[in-house]
């Protein structure tokens, strides 16, 4: 029995035995796993990236809820490392960015989270210091390697912003075109002329070339140019092509400025490499998408704003509560139109910047009666929305003229007045801020000649005349066009007849309230013939 129970006894101990170094093998293995998951987890994860791109938003508030949206949700999954990025123009554009000069779109900003952004030339509208002080508040990394302090040897912004997407280093580099020194001249010299701040047209493409060595040499494997520059060479003959053109170590372009849309176009660099440019268009037409692969590959791609089903809850509430402030202010009824006033095509082009159209005619009118001169001018550039068929609001006015603009009257020489026409005009058929609306006068443009004949000024009866070179006419434009950079200042030197406190905008809402009695009428609905293009 004794026998009997001994040997139970070491049965038991002996399974004991066997069960706890079981359980020590099983729990060894185990831990092997967990340490196996650890340091898997701790790798590095092999994922592509994404950056989701926009330029050209002049103020489309509601986009930036669906290009957040869309990151969010790409990061959520976990297939990719995801972000956003600004190419330019958003402070200024319509109604929201007017009535608060920018205030509203850089609360924006400060939720958006990008990764970089650079300047568009609508971002100097309001002056370098007030530029400065909102993008502070927005707390976006802004990236531009041309923009210098006059007599400063480092630019005023980084010249380039490098992000970590797993173990891939991407540097963004920042280019603006340095045509803004004539768009925004206001905002480079001061009053006497003297510069301020500079874009270093004379050195353009190689200091971008210094930015994008830098940031190799600063250990980027990617390099992506947010370019501000467009595609079509403009007064001072600089395109997104021709900085490719000049340059070797950019990997793909981000551009805007020309507000085109292309989801990609190759073009080739100093080495001969071909290089994608992509644009998404303008107030989020679209949202650009850029995947970079693991094997190193650049694929972009355009996503309709439209058919993003993704927002960020953060963005739409601020969204939602600017809407309604902005509303407060706009939704007075100043008159009523049976169609639409024309700006833009339905490619979202502004055809008001190379031809005649009757917002165009209306604007001028506006101008040349408010202040009592032969002749209104407005650049095409400074007409910016169309405003659709309806009652008219004070809103959709400022929409359409939303800068900060006075009205001025000028003297002019009829010279002066040739010379700007043949100028302003030089480009058609491309699209030009400096193209001139007019009310007070009609003439034919020779698009391949660049040329203008038949210049003509409405008399008192109605009937036009052939304009006098003999003489000065009176003209009505804004300051802007005057003496800050407008029509490659023709007009900068001319006599100021009249200085008004009036803005352009305000001249509008008065001539549609008080003169047409409310309505646009039959006049309006169509071009008035003022402008004549031919092929010769």
């Known amino acids: 029995m004794r026998r009997t129970i001994l040997c139970l006894v070491a049965l038991v101990m002996g399974c004991q035995i066997v069960t706890a170094q079981k359980t020590a093998i099983e729990r060894g293995l185990s831990d092997a796993r967990i340490d196996s998951a650890e340091r898997e987890q701790a790798r590095p994860k092999v994922k592509s990236i994404v950056i989701l791109y926009e330029n050209d938003a002049h103020c489309g508030i509601d986009g930036y809820t669906k290009i957040a949206g869309l990151r969010d949700a790409i990061n959520h999954t976990d297939t990719a490392y995801a972000a956003a990025v600004c190419c330019g123009d958003f402070l200024q554009g319509n109604t929201t960015g007017a009535i608060s000069k920018g205030q509203y779109i850089a609360d924006i900003l400060r939720l958006m989270d990008y990764h970089a952004l650079t300047l568009g030339n609508h971002e100097f509208d309001y002056g370098v210091p007030r530029m400065r002080q909102l993008l502070n508040e927005a707390g976006t990394p802004v990236t531009c390697a041309n923009l210098y302090e ?3 040897p480092q630019p005023l912004f980084a010249p380039y912003v490098i992000h970590q997407y797993g173990d891939k280093k991407v540097a963004y580099v920042g280019a603006t075109t340095p045509e803004t020194m004539i768009l925004e001249g206001y905002s480079f010299y001061d009053t006497n002329g003297i510069l301020l701040y500079d874009l270093k047209p004379k050195t353009f493409y190689e200091l971008i070339q210094q930015a994008v060595d830098a940031a190799r040499q600063d250990g980027a494997d990617y390099v992506v140019l947010l370019s501000h520059v467009g595609e079509t060479p403009q007064s001072m003959g600089f395109s997104s092509h021709r900085l ?16 085109e849309i292309f989801e990609g176009v190759k073009v080739k660099n100093l080495d001969g490499k071909e290089i994608t440019v992509t644009q998404t268009g303008t107030q989020f037409a679209n949202v ?3 995947l970079i692969t693991p094997d190193g590959r650049f694929i972009t791609q355009l996503i309709k704003s439209k058919d993003i089903p993704y927002e960020n809850a953060a963005v739409t509430a601020t969204i939602d509560s600017i809407h309604q402030k902005v509303k407060a202010v706009t939704s007075t009824v100043v008159a009523h139109s049976d169609y639409r006033l024309v700006v833009s095509d339905e490619n979202a082009q502004w055809i008001v910047r190379g031809q005649e159209t009757n917002a165009g005619d209306l604007v001028a009118d506006a101008y040349r009666h408010a202040l009592k001169a032969d ?46 026409l043949t100028r302003c005009t030089a480009l058609v058929p491309i699209l030009d801020g400096n193209f001139p609306q007019c009310s007070g006068l009609r ?38 066009n005057h003496d800050a950079g407008g029509f490659f200042d023709c ?27 409310g309505t646009t009428g ?13 092929e010769d």
Not at 244 to 259: A, E, F, K, Q
Not at 522 to 534: D, F, K, L, N, S
């Open 375 to 420: 002749i209104g001018f407005e650049n095409g550039g400074g007409i910016r929305n169309d405003i659709m068929a309806g009652d008219i609001t004070y809103g959709d006015i400022i929409g359409m003229l939303p800068y900060d603009n006075t009205l001025r009257r000028i003297m002019v020489t009829a010279e002066q007045l040739k010379t700007m």
């Open 522 to 534: 039959e006049a309006y609905a169509q071009p008035q013939g003022r402008i004549r293009i031919v």
């Open 491 to 517: 007009f900068k030197k001319c006599v100021v007849l009249q200085e008004s406190s009036i803005r352009y905008y305000e001249a509008l809402a008065d001539y549609l309230s008080k003169v047409l009695g």
């Open 443 to 480: 003439f034919t443009i020779h698009s391949k000649s660049h040329t203008v004949s038949d210049i003509e000024i409405l008399q008192d009866d109605g009937s036009y005349a052939p304009i006098d070179m003999q003489r000065t006419y009176s003209v009505a434009l804004t300051n802007y």
């Open 288 to 290: 650009g998408k850029l």
């Open 244 to 259: 490719v053109n000049n340059t070797r170590g950019i990997d793909v372009v981000l551009d805007g400025h020309s507000h």
């Open 150 to 152: 006059a007599g400063e």
